[in-house]
């Protein structure tokens, strides 16, 4: 069943809606009550990457959460857990993303990984990086559910399932991470590390609202009306890709999985369920994408010239230093604005993710005149 995709239609989030989608998806996948016990400790692993706001589109909806622990509390599970780790503080991520209520309301166990204990775990088949700081909660959880949002990724150009498992690295262990791989063909193969060492048990996509543009958290709201569900990540990942118009050859994470034989290739997944429309997400268009990248692996000494670094638009920015203080190499200066050393930026573009006020740009990136957004929820 590894091969298995369930796509099943869902409009809005309403909670009766959005649990009988789940509850249809994995009906088709079957097997869900051989998977989990009701002695279990379950872990729920959405996406929280910032403290914004469902409406945003950033975050696994708190909706999609709260039906999937609905539906374990009818099979009789007891020990819920919601864990992420995040930019900005867990804690607050917590409370902004609806966690904290819906855990309280459920009495379910909220799980803030970067303060609780590390385990360094060992995971000889990786390929970049065998040993892992993970959350102890990954470990210590009897099954892991991975829920992630359906999103375009400025640097990765799709996030999903595989990439959202890099939150199970705690803390600033995932900036020295990005400090230590250098370049961006070493990062996915630790994206693909993380995912075998961590090895989640279903994955549930909030596909219904996910988000176009400078994502992961500074896009565009946009419909795509799906959940999305699966016993694999790479599977899920190629659906995904595939439905709002990627071709997966250009999520180099996603090829690198499938080489490993992590997940089937693209031609053997199967998709059950509903009919639905692809819908083509807006993403930033890259001026130099593929000279940088054919720079960096064969000329590394020409790809000074030819790599993004981030630019900053002085009018959106609030000089908070929040760049500053999540660059992993220190390539960031707060002068009158943020200044970066093009020397030491490694163009990982943690700081254009963790910006709230979408001030911060790609350098190779080309602007787009006159695009009209789908509607948000």
Excluded at 315 to 323: E, L
């Amino acid at each position: 069943m590894d091969n298995v995709v369930a796509r099943v239609e869902c409009d809005d989030y309403d909670l009766e809606k959005v649990e009988n989608a789940i509850k249809s998806a994995l009906e088709m996948m079957g097997n869900i009550d051989n998977l989990i016990k009701k002695e279990n400790k379950v872990l729920l692993k959405p996406n929280l990457v910032s403290p914004l706001t469902p409406e945003k589109a950033a975050t696994t909806h708190p909706v999609v959460i709260e039906a999937m622990v609905r539906i374990l509390k009818d099979m009789g599970v007891t020990e819920i857990w919601i864990g992420d780790s995040g930019v900005h503080g867990t804690p607050k991520i917590f409370s902004t993303c609806g966690i904290n209520g819906l855990a309280e309301k459920y009495g379910c166990k909220v799980c803030d990984f970067d303060n609780y204990d590390i385990d360094e775990v060992f995971e000889e088949s990786n390929k970049y990086m065998k040993k892992l700081p993970l959350s102890k909660y990954i470990t210590e959880a009897d099954v892991i559910i991975n829920m992630p949002k359906l999103k375009i990724h400025h640097a990765e150009v799709y996030t999903g399932a595989i990439k959202n498992m890099y939150g199970s690295i705690v803390g600033k262990n995932k900036m020295q991470i990005h400090a230590k791989t250098q370049t961006k063909d070493n990062f996915q193969h630790v994206l693909v590390d993380v995912l075998n060492t961590t090895k989640p048990d279903i994955y549930i996509m909030d596909g219904i609202v996910g988000m176009e543009g400078n994502g992961p958290a500074n896009g565009k709201p946009i419909e795509t009306n799906m959940i999305l569900a699966s016993y694999n990540a790479v599977a899920m990942d190629i659906v995904g890709a595939k439905q709002i118009g990627i071709d997966i050859k250009e999520v180099g994470y996603i090829v690198k999985a499938i080489k490993r034989g992590l997940g089937p290739s693209s031609k053997d997944v199967k998709v059950v369920g509903d009919d639905i429309p692809v819908v083509v997400y807006d993403r930033p268009a890259v001026a130099l994408k593929v000279l940088g990248r054919i720079s960096q692996r064969l000329m590394p000494v020409f790809y000074y010239f030819f790599k993004p670094v981030p630019k900053f638009n002085e009018d959106s920015c609030t000089k908070c230093a929040i760049c500053k203080e999540i660059c992993p190499v220190n390539a960031i200066d707060m002068k009158k604005f943020p200044v970066v050393d093009k020397k030491l930026c490694i163009s990982c573009f943690c700081c254009q993710e963790a910006c709230f006020n979408d001030a911060i740009e790609r350098s190779d990136m080309k602007k787009k005149e006159g695009k009209t957004y789908k509607r948000g929820a």
